[in-house]
């Protein structure tokens, strides 16, 4: 046990991906809620079930254009009715059908009381004086009629809480009158970027030089599910430095992200920073790659992720553990990226020791979904990271994969995975 209770963790001791994840989502803080208006609801995470106030649909309507009618009417074939008025939708009409009486009826109109089906305009045979039709045979009740409550009965629950609100949610919320919805309260993440060699995307590369392209990458990642960030700039290689940057963003913040100051090296200044915060350590290697160094921990009811200061091991962590674990604090009930399986295109000779993310493009090529490697593959590679749209799984323990092998994908541009997908670890 370390100061103050806090347990600590071998500090370079790899431990596998499901442990991460198991032991990051245990540490979870429980979601804040708050009211959104509907025009506002879009991608957020709802926080009440929506219950229907009405049976949808709320009334028996016509399923086409055509005319309402009285089944019994129709036996036998060819059997001619009169036409006696017109519902648009919108309209009701006023009487009640009698024998041989039909009513002209467009698609959604409400029937008119005592029909029980529609016969449709091709399915009617216009007689010379205009006014009436035969039909061309016997229809059944409530025969190209949408019956009132077939899709939703009142009173019962149409979609659970922890679902991010879709377009279709929000018509159907439009649909029962909500004009605000309860929803999660979006946690706020603190963005810094450490590293003497950083510089700003405006400021001129000088030797030994390159420019943040972390920083704004986590904050684009953040964007595509939701959630506010707060830059909080670049912070050179120094541990008071960056300890002062951290305290004042935890305390501004629900989550504090950091990229670079992870790895091995002379400058793995996080590990110490945690400790003099008092911060949990829940795990600082995993068996991965890339993005083996990536480290989470809590404190007060924050988390706190440091992420590799390479690109694409950056951008795999983030991914892989701080994705599930903000969109948990919002009361996802699906929070990893979406899963599927393809054929590989074509030959991966890598080893794997590790679970391996490959920076891939997903697609299909008019058979079977197929995935390939979208090019350089190293952990500071940029080219790649813009160029695909899945991560290719590899599990650990492997020589290598050939063309035609089914993977692992994962496609973190998706609606969000369930919550029952697993890493397959060696």
């Known amino acids: 046990m370390g100061r103050e209770g806090i347990d600590v963790i071998d500090m370079r001791k790899p431990i596998p991906i499901s442990e991460a994840i198991g032991r990051l989502m245990a540490h979870v803080p429980a979601s804040r809620v708050e009211t959104a208006a509907l025009a506002d609801s879009f991608g957020r995470v709802l926080a009440e079930p929506v219950v229907a106030r009405d049976d949808m649909p709320p009334f028996h309507r016509a399923a086409y254009d055509g005319y309402a009618i009285r089944s019994e009417d129709t036996a036998p074939a060819g059997a001619v009715f009169r036409v006696v008025g017109r519902i648009g939708a919108g309209d009701v009409f006023a009487g009640e059908l009698g024998p041989g009486e039909a009513v002209r009826i467009m698609t959604g109109a409400p029937l008119p009381s005592g029909a029980d089906a529609v016969v449709m305009l091709e399915q009617a045979v216009q007689e010379a004086d205009g006014r009436s039709f035969a039909v061309r045979k016997a229809f059944r009740a409530w025969e190209n009629v949408s019956l009132r409550g077939e899709d939703v009965r009142a009173g019962e629950t149409v979609v659970e809480p922890g679902t991010v609100v879709s377009p279709g949610v929000v018509a159907l919320l439009a649909a029962f009158g909500y004009a605000e919805v309860r929803v999660a309260r979006r946690p706020l993440v603190g963005v810094i970027a450490t590293g003497s060699e950083l510089v700003g995307r405006h400021e001129p590369l000088a030797p030994g030089k390159i420019r943040d392209s972390n920083g704004p990458m986590i904050a684009a990642q953040l964007a595509r599910l939701g959630i506010p960030a707060r830059s909080y700039g670049i912070v050179r290689d120094d541990p008071d430095l960056c300890l002062d940057r ?46 083996s160094v990536t480290t989470a921990a809590v404190l ?19 991914e892989i553990f701080a994705r599930p674990a903000l969109l948990s604090m919002m009361g996802c009930r699906k929070p990893y990226p979406a899963y599927a399986r393809a054929v590989l295109a074509g030959d991966y000779p890598k080893a794997n020791p590790f679970t391996r993310f490959v920076r891939a493009v997903y697609r299909h090529d008019g058979h079977r979904p197929v995935v390939a490697s979208a090019g350089f593959d190293k952990s500071n590679a940029v080219g790649s990271l813009a160029r695909s749209n899945a991560l290719m799984v590899l599990p650990g323990g492997t020589r290598g994969f050939r063309k035609g092998t089914e993977v692992d994908v994962l496609l973190p541009g998706a609606e969000e995975g369930e919550a029952e997908w697993r890493i397959r670890e060696a």
């Open 246 to 291: 951290v305290r004042r963003a935890l305390a501004e913040t629900d989550c504090v992200i950091t990229t670079g100051g992870a790895s091995v090296g002379d400058f793995d200044w996080l590990p110490a920073i945690c400790e003099r915060l008092g911060a949990r350590v829940l795990f600082n290697k995993v068996a991965m790659r890339p993005g």
């Open 300 to 318: 007060d009811g924050k988390m706190l992720f440091g992420l590799s200061g390479n690109p694409s091991a950056c951008y795999v962590g983030f």
